[in-house]
């Protein structure tokens, strides 16, 4: 069983940075690959990126790509999503997510934390 907690939320204006950080529990953690996802009012969850166990392979969605990093400190049970430029697009509840095995960008993980909430004025 894994428990993540996310953090680092907050209103920020068009052009800002934020740091997301997802605290995770248990001694696997560093199996486990990582992801954030995103949730807008009245729209699907979104894939935003994902980071393999080992922090070698990293993927992101188009819409956030040159923009948003993916991090992992395996020593720290913590996993980050860097976000720069920030675009009221942004706005949204983000999500952690956790899986044993490879990185996926569909909605199939295992664990997934409460959500933090984004937000982005223009």
């Known amino acids: 069983q894994v428990q993540l907690v996310e953090s680092g939320g907050g209103l920020v204006q068009a052009g800002g940075s934020l740091r997301l950080s997802c605290a995770a529990s248990g001694q696997t953690f560093r199996s486990y690959a990582m992801a954030w996802f995103r949730q807008a009012p009245g729209k699907e969850r979104e894939f935003v990126s994902t980071?393999?166990?080992?922090?070698?392979?990293?993927y992101y969605a188009d819409s956030v790509k040159g923009r948003f990093t993916i991090s992992r400190d395996n020593a720290k049970n913590t996993v980050y999503l860097q976000m720069n430029s920030l675009k009221p697009e942004d706005t949204a509840v983000y999500y952690c997510?956790?899986?044993?095995?490879?990185?996926?960008?569909?909605?199939?993980?295992?664990?997934w934390g409460q959500g933090t909430q984004v937000t982005v004025s223009s």
């Open positions: 980071i393999s166990w080992t922090g070698v392979r990293t």
């Open positions: 997510a956790a899986r044993g095995g490879v990185v996926l960008t569909t909605t199939q993980y295992d664990y």
